[in-house]
């Protein structure tokens, strides 16, 4: 049975020249540069955010999915990092892209199950992860000027 699309947002505005204030839900989200790329250094900048949503999604679908398969999690840790030339967000080059060249999820995992059991907990966490979905596959994405 197909469930009914769920809508998530922020919204927010520029209160700096590298720092945004933004509201998800009832939750306060700031965001900042480090001083090496002009900001305060006074939170985590967006690329830093994009890294803790994909965590933070890839932990939920763990906790779903080992639900479904009767798995007892005894140890979760997910940690990633990916590179980024800042040349072309500096508008320094077009050389290379402005995103990461690649991310590194590393996944430290202890379980109640055998091995084969937790490569299908990571198989279908993975497939079944929107923020691995949409850091892998091309998202349309609509800009609407006012």
Known sequence: MASKDLNFKVNGKNIGLTKYQGYARNFELIVDEPEMLGG???????????????????????????????????????????DINPAKFLGISNEERAGFKSLNVEITLETDSDKEKETLLIDTVKSRCPINDNLSNPTPINYIYN
Do not use: M, Q, R, W
């Open 40 to 82: 305060e250094d006074s939170a985590a900048n967006p690329v830093e955010y994009l890294l803790a949503g994909y965590a933070g999604c890839l932990n939920v679908v763990f906790g779903i999915v080992a639900k479904e398969l009767s798995i007892k999690i005894k140890h979760l840790e997910i940690n990633i990092d990916g």
